[in-house]
């Protein structure tokens, strides 16, 4: 969805930055992610937002309302499509 009102931010659940930054490489991906437990964190963000198995994905609309949480991506790339293209429309 390039040059469209929307971002993608995603949480890993890699031990290490190491292997973090190896699975952004080996698999190309583009977008900004947080590791799950840092050292400047009280708790892991899968706490924060209850996350129970990954991948989970959760489209949050522009008003901050949670429009899809589930395990399935292709679900929630449909909900975000919609969204934005709703969102263009305006």
Not at 23 to 46: P, Y
Not at 49 to 65: K, L, Y
Request: net charge negative.
């Amino acid at each position: 969805m390039k040059d469209k009102p929307f971002a993608l931010i995603g949480v890993n659940s890699d031990d290490t930055i190491e292997r973090a930054k190896k699975a952004i490489e080996e698999h190309g991906l583009n977008w900004r992610s947080f590791q799950n437990q840092d050292a400047g964190r009280e708790r892991a963000i899968a706490d924060d937002w209850a996350v129970s198995g990954w991948p989970t994905c959760i489209v949050i609309d522009q008003d901050m309302v949670i429009r899809y949480r589930g395990h399935d991506g292709h679900a929630a790339s449909k909900v975000a499509e919609e969204l934005v293209a709703k969102f263009m429309s305006r």
